[in-house]
């Protein structure tokens, strides 16, 4: 199986910035795509940011300019670089790896535990 650990969250002030980390562990033989989704109390997860195989990279346009998606090939870690927060982007973050574990022949999603960001003075 797959294991995702995310860290780095926690109480920030408008205008500051944060790094979350993914760290990826397990019997993982291929990764496809990775990506950072967001839930708000009361709201439906969102996607904020996906990072391919081949290095391409999209974004919500709410977090366009602001936040950064990138990866660590050799430790299999994902990161979201957040400057600038603002207090809409308060929320649970969630990493997600589309990946094809050793011995098996498709690719599926994992998700992480989720971190929570505050974004508040």
């Known amino acids: 199986q797959v294991q995702l650990v995310e860290s780095g969250g926690g109480l920030v002030q408008p205008g500051g910035s944060l790094r979350l980390s993914c760290a990826a562990s397990?019997?993982?033989?291929?990764?496809?795509?990775m990506a950072w989704y967001r839930q708000a109390p009361g709201k439906q997860r969102e996607l904020v940011a996906t990072?391919?195989?081949?290095?391409?990279?999209n974004y919500a346009d709410s977090v366009k300019g602001r936040f950064t998606i990138s990866r660590d090939n050799a430790k299999i870690t994902m990161y979201l670089q957040m400057n600038s927060l603002k207090a809409e982007d308060t929320a649970v973050y969630f990493c997600?790896?589309?990946?094809?574990?050793?011995?098996?022949?498709?690719?599926?999603?994992?998700w992480g535990q989720g971190t929570q960001v505050t974004v508040s003075s």
């Open positions: 997600k790896v589309n990946a094809v574990l050793h011995g098996r022949r498709y690719y599926e999603d994992y």
């Open positions: 990072l391919t195989s081949t290095g391409t990279t």
């Open positions: 397990g019997s993982i033989r291929s990764i496809n795509a």
